[in-house]
């Protein structure tokens, strides 16, 4: 990882790309925002009250030059955030309700992000990904062409990387989401010089079995080889199926992908969030993620498990979403 880690933070550094980090007195994101100043890899932007954040800060020794602090409740700015958050929710915020949610440092830091005064937040390590990302979904919203975000994780081991799809977002993926989350992946791969080999992944092997489930992730393969077809994509498949040589030759031989999938498509949420822990517990895989994908802006959401170098990492990482 180290190397393509690296590749990323020169990609980003010294563009003046800044970052908000809503959640500004916790310790980790506080140790993560003070190296990222001072490294000069991007401009942290911490949400929080002034004295709060800056005594905390120096209980753990942190200078915090070069990182903005700013405080909902004294924003100068604030009349302008709460006309463009109606505007954006259309007759489904009034102004006393834009007024309350945007002391909220997430809506606040999603505002300014949606506001071009940030080009990206990080947040999650002490909220829920519900209160993190319903912002994101509400304010930023989805590109064009893209009806759902999801959530990816690099899982990096030495000199093995892999993408899992969707692992955050989406309980209950259909067909098509389950397409479009592969779609979107494939691109994510890419960004970590990935090329994208994915399988859509399920308990039966190309018809091995026959249940709703699996004809869900069989029609997923359908509509995201006619959306895209210069994907290299099939399934469904067994993990097994999909990643060892061997079984792929007896259970799907004729196959594009031989057991060298590298990026795997849960069908379900549960599927998704249970299996990036077991690989990243049991496995000893680095996980790098949540990454939100198909926003209109970056947004990106810890795991509260999160350490201060994931918080690095991942700030970093929605910084070059930004470019
Ligand atoms: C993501 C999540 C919070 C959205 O739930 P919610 O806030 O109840 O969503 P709602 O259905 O009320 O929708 C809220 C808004 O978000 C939008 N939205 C919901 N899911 C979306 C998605 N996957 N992509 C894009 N927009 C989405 C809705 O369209 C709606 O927009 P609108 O208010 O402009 O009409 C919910 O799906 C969830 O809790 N997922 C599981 C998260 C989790 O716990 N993961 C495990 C740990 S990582
Ligand atoms: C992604 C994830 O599972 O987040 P958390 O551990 O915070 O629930």
Known sequence: MSNLFEGIKQKVAGKGISIVLPEGTDERILSAADRLAKENVLKPILIGEVANVKAKASDLGLALEGVEILDPSTYENMEELVASFVERRKGKATEEQARKALLDPNYFGTMLVYSNKANGLVSGATHSTADTVRPALQIIKTKQGVSKTSGVFIMVRDDEKYVFADCAINIAPNSQDLAEIAIESAKTAKLFDIDPKIAMLSFSTKGSAK?????????????????????????????????????????????????????????????????????????????????????????????????????????????????
């Open 211 to 323: 249940s709703p489930e699996t004809e869900k992730v069989a029609e997923a393969v359908k509509i995201a080889k006619e959306l895209a077809p210069e994907l290299t994509l099939d399934g469904e498949f067994q993990f097994d199926a999909a990643f060892v040589p061997s079984v792929a030759k007896s259970k799907a031989p004729e196959s594009v992908i031989q057991g060298d999938a590298n990026t795997f498509i849960f069908p379900s949420l549960e599927a998704g969030n249970i299996g990036y822990k077991i690989a990243q517990r049991l496995g000893n895989f680095e996980a790098i993620g949540p990454i939100l994908q198909g926003l209109n802006m970056p947004v990106n959401d810890l795991s509260r498990g999160c350490n201060s170098e994931d918080v690095y990492k991942l700030s970093i990482i929605t910084a070059a979403q930004a470019l």
